[in-house]
Every structure is written in structure tokens, then in C-alpha cells.
């Protein structure tokens, strides 16, 4: 994730909620898509400090009550929440302490994730613009076991998820090289943007390099995958087990990986490492390839576990190049989203 500047010259990070240097207030703007630090106008209102844009804004209610959103909304805008908050149809019981802490850290992934999805040109939309149109629910296990999943748009996370302990237990359960929130959103968002963009617009092209997710059907193949484990030699066509196991859990994960890299190189060439051009795949792989080793080798000097673990065989980088395509498709969904 890119760093910002504060009027004084400081660095403002993509969380930050005022610099820790002159103490001014800051928040991120949806019109610049920059994290600004922000005076109040007579009127009331926030002014974006970022003099190109100068947008009018005011904080969203989820700020203003529980300290779990930095994104405002525009002065006069009818909504309390802002255009990433409105996107949640469920969320936990914020009468409990704990589920509060553990909510923050969810929301703080899906802003950063959200935040990159949207500069990489993919639709986010929770208006009813899209169909599906893009909710989450995030639950708990007080009234029932929660699963982790997407269906028709909505996608549910289990508030558990955010206990980093919890987190660690099952990554280590299911032999998993790596478990985090952003990689839950990640993931899920892929199985979105399949219904969304390659359902009526690609799907063909996509059985040719997934396999059609008809048959078998994916309750036939999730029970196999349980009882059986992984399709053998599975790394010499998927990024991962889990991808093995059926054509949407394909694409879902290849999609991951897809938003791994991307979100890497724009943190990476911000500051200045790589130079990379995000219209061409291969320029894009190239660098992360760079990057990656790097990464892996500062992970293990501090004995944490590779930051990229993946190897991209020749099946994954064409079914990643198909995913780096789709943003395309966004004006065949909606041309009025594409023009925005």
C-alpha cells in the first residue's frame, strides 16, 4: 500500500486517522483516493487537504462511533456511512467489547482490499448497480457455526477469523501456507467477480482454463476434497490444494493470487523498487518474480514464513493473465459504473 503526505511533511499511512507528528486530523478521501489531513470549513464540513481535489467531506458514522473507518463520505451526502461501510448488510454484536476490536481488524482488511481492487479497475458497487449486487456479513458462532464463504454476492466472514490465535490454529489445521484476513477477502471476492464479470461474459474462455464448474457438481467435489485431500501433483496446474478442488475454488484462488501480486507492486514500485507497467501481464510478473525472491529472503532472516510461497507453473500464469483481463469487462456490466 502507498504512503501519503501530511501538510507538516510527514508520512500518513493508508490507516492513519490524524499525523502523529502535528496532531492534525486526516482522513481518505473517495475523490482523490488519497488519505489527507483535513480542516474544518465554517460550514461544518471537512475540506480534503489535497489542494487538486479540495472535496467537501464529512466522517463516516462507523468513525465517529467505534473507530473502525478512516473513508469519508461527501458533506452532503444523505448516507451516515461511507461507500465501504455501506456494503455490509450484517455485522456483529458491537454491544461486546471484544467483538468490536475484532470487527475493526476486518474492516481495516476490506478497506485495504477494496481500496486496490478499485485502482485496478474492478467494479465496486453496493447500490444496486451490479448483479449481483456486493454485501458482507460479518458474524459470529454465538447462534450457529458461521462458515467463511460467498453466495449470490454476498460474502460472510467469521468474526473468528480476526483472532489472530484462532487464525494461526487453523492455517496450521489445514496445512495452509499462509492465513490472512486480506487473503479471506481476496478469495472471496474472487467468486464475486466470477458471477460478475465471466458468468454472462467469459465463461467459456474460462471452463477452457478452469474447467467447467458444472460437472462435478461443487458438493460432489468439496466432499471428495475433504475426505481425499488435494488432486495429486496438484502443483503442476493450481496455485494451490485448496484450488484443486473444483473450478469456481480454482478461479477464487488464482484470483487471490492475481490480487497478491498487484497489491505487492503497488506498494513495491511506490516506493521505488521495481518499475512495472500494469497494462502488460508479463511485465507485471516479471517484476513480482523480483520481488518475491527479496520478500521470501527478508521473511526468513526474521523467521517468518515466506511472504509469497506460491510457484506460478505455466497452467497458473495463463489462468492469472485471464484474470488480469477482466477489468475490461466492466463496461458490458454496467457503462455507467465504467465511466465513473
Known amino acids: 500500500m502507498q504512503t501519503f503526505n501530511c501538510q507538516c511533511g510527514n508520512t500518513l499511512f493508508f490507516d492513519s486517522n490524524f499525523c502523529v507528528n502535528c496532531n492534525r486530523d486526516t482522513i481518505s478521501c473517495p475523490h482523490c483516493a488519497n ?11 471537512l475540506q480534503c ?9 464529512r466522517r463516516c458514522s462507523n468513525d465517529l462511533q467505534y473507530d ?10 444523505v448516507n451516515e456511512l461511507c461507500s465501504y461501510c455501506r456494503l455490509n448488510s450484517v455485522v ?4 461486546l467489547n471484544e467483538n468490536v476490536t475484532l470487527w475493526r481488524k476486518l474492516e481495516a482488511a476490506k478497506h485495504r482490499v477494496l481500496w486496490v481492487v478499485e485502482r485496478l479497475g474492478f467494479p465496486v458497487s453496493g447500490n444496486g448497480e451490479l448483479q449481483p449486487n456486493l454485501t458482507f456479513e460479518f458474524k459470529s458462532d454465538e447462534n450457529g457455526k458461521v462458515s467463511t464463504g460467498h453466495a449470490d454476492g454476498c460474502i460472510t466472514i467469521n468474526l473468528r477469523e480476526a483472532d489472530s490465535v484462532e487464525r494461526e490454529k487453523t492455517r496450521v489445521e489445514f496445512q495452509e501456507p499462509k492465513r490472512t484476513l486480506v487473503g479471506h477477502f481476496r478469495h472471496e471476492l474472487g467468486h464475486y467477480y466470477w458471477g460478475l464479470l465471466v458468468k454472462e461474459f467469459r465463461v467459456e474462455d474460462c471452463r477452457r482454463l478452469f474447467g467447467d464448474e458444472r460437472n462435478p457438481a461443487y458438493a460432489d467435489s468439496q466432499k ?27 478461479f477464487a484462488e488464482t484470483f487471490q493470487a492475481y490480487l497478491d501480486m498487484a497489491t505487492i507492486l503497488l506498494t513495491t ?34 523467521g517468518l514464513l515466506d511472504l509469497v510461497p506460491q510457484i506460478f507453473n505455466d497452467s497458473v500464469v495463463e489462468k492469472m493473465r485471464f484474470i488480469h483481463q477482466l477489468p475490461a469487462k466492466t463496461e458490458e456490466v454496467s457503462p455507467a459504473l465504467s465511466q465513473n
Not at 278 to 296: C, K, P, Q, T, W
Open 269 to 302: 514500485e511506490h516506493f521505488g523498487l521495481v518499475t512495472t507497467s500494469y497494462e502488460n501481464f508479463d511485465s507485471m510478473l516479471a517484476a513480482y518474480s523480483r520481488v518475491g525472491i527479496i520478500a521470501n529472503e527478508l521473511n526468513r532472516d526474521m
Open 224 to 250: 471428495r476434497y475433504y475426505e481425499q485431500g488435494p488432486a495429486q501433483n496438484w502443483q503442476q496446474t493450481y496455485v494451490s490444494g485448496y484450488a484443486s478442488m473444483h473450478p469456481w475454488e480454482d
Open 92 to 95: 456483529p454484536d458491537l454491544m
Open 35 to 45: 488519505l489527507t489531513p483535513v480542516e474544518e470549513t465554517p460550514s461544518g464540513a
Open 68 to 77: 473502525a473507518c478512516n473513508r469519508a463520505l461527501d458533506a452532503n451526502d
Open 49 to 57: 487537504g489535497n489542494t487538486a481535489c479540495g472535496a467537501k467531506l
